[in-house]
């Protein structure tokens, strides 16, 4: 079994930088992507960056360009650097590997780590 450990999290104020780690117990093969999502408290859990397999990124609006998603395939690593930091960035953020094997689909998360923003 796959485990994910996000690292990185924490207090921070406006305008203010973290980079978040996701680190997988062991290499994954057939990732389809790899996201981030977010769960701010009473509302739904969404994504706000993903890296698919071939390294195209895409953004949630509400991050784009001040949020970067990479990948580090040697150490079984996904980082999200997380610039100009907003109070409404504060939430717990998860990764998840969407992987696709022998036509299954399976889906792997962290246990999160909260991320706040405040002065």
């Known amino acids: 079994q796959v485990q994910l450990v996000e690292s990185g999290g924490g207090l921070v104020q406006p305008g203010g930088s973290l980079r978040l780690s996701c680190a997988a117990s062991?290499?994954?093969?057939?990732?389809?992507?790899v996201g981030w999502y977010r769960q701010a408290q009473g509302k739904q859990r969404e994504l706000v960056a993903a890296?698919?397999?071939?390294?195209?990124?895409t953004y949630d609006d509400s991050v784009k360009g001040r949020f970067t998603i990479s990948r580090d395939h040697a150490k079984n690593t996904v980082y999200l650097q997380m610039n100009s930091l907003k109070p409404e960035d504060t939430a717990v953020y998860y990764c998840?590997?969407?992987?696709?094997?022998?036509?299954?689909?399976?889906?792997?998360w962290g246990q999160g780590t909260q991320v706040t923003v405040s002065s």
């Open positions: 998840n590997y969407n992987v696709r094997r022998l036509a299954v689909t399976y889906n792997y």
């Open positions: 062991r290499s994954i093969s057939d990732v389809r992507r």
């Open positions: 890296i698919g397999s071939g390294g195209t990124t």
